[in-house]
T-cell receptor, first 114, second 114 residues
């Protein structure tokens, strides 16, 4: 069975500081991994996804994530936080076989302090 | 290309009533999945349909049901509503029938049960 653990339900960073949102996954087969962002009163928008092509994945809005198989991690980073990055971020995993079923983490709310 | 469209966006129902939510996927997408989002439980998978067939089902009671039409549009129904069913219901679509395809979310239907 697949699962995702996001460490830290709330993260606060200063504007201009590094953003690091942690995600660890569990999967019995090589996974596909995703990061989604949700702004207030909106649905989820894809930031980036890992599908085994490259371990460092670049996404939209300056975000990137690195797949580390040995650590079963897929942490999301951004070098410099903007006020507009304040949102909730979800890590998700999908197994590379079988039907479409994506399992989401509990989410991390990012607060950016001016 | 139009995104995933969900209707209605907001609704209030009374305990014991039933509700039907509608989802129109992105044109050409044949897989539709539904998620329930609550502050305490996060995003929980309800079910997934492909070509009018339910292929995956989450751990929800039988009061939650869905269907998909030949044009890929989908509906979900919740009967005998309970207060705990108050949530954001998100529909997502994806283009193909394999795992790892990105799922694209609608903005959701906010259901309040009173």
């Amino acid at each position: 069975a697949q699962s995702v653990t996001q460490l830290g339900s709330h993260v606060s960073v200063s504007e201009g500081a590094l953003v690091l949102l942690r995600c660890n996954y569990s999967s019995s087969v090589p996974p596909y991994l995703f990061w989604y962002v949700q702004y207030p009163n909106q649905g989820l928008q894809l930031l980036l996804k890992y599908t085994s092509a490259a371990t460092l994945v670049k996404g939209i809005n300056g975000f990137e994530a690195e797949f580390k198989k040995s650590e079963t991690s897929f942490h999301l980073t951004k070098p410099s936080a903007h006020m507009s990055d304040a949102a909730e971020y979800f890590c998700a995993v999908s197994e590379t076989r079988g039907y479409q079923k994506v399992t989401f983490g509990i989410g991390t709310k990012l607060q950016v302090i001016p | 290309k139009a995104g995933v469209t969900q209707t209605p966006r907001y609704l209030i129902k009374t305990r014991g009533q039933q509700v039907t939510l509608s989802c129109s996927p992105i044109s050409g997408h044949r897989s539709v999945s539904w998620y329930q989002q609550t502050p305490g439980q996060g995003l929980q998978f309800l079910f997934e349909y492909f070509s009018e067939t339910q292929r995956n089902k989450g751990n929800f009671p039988g009061r939650f049901s869905g269907r998909q039409f030949s044009n890929s549009r989908s509906e979900m129904n919740v009967s005998t509503l309970e207060l705990g069913d108050s949530a954001l219901y998100l529909c997502a679509s994806s283009p193909a029938d394999g795992s790892g395809n990105t799922i694209y979310f609608g903005e959701g239907s906010w259901l309040t049960v009173v």
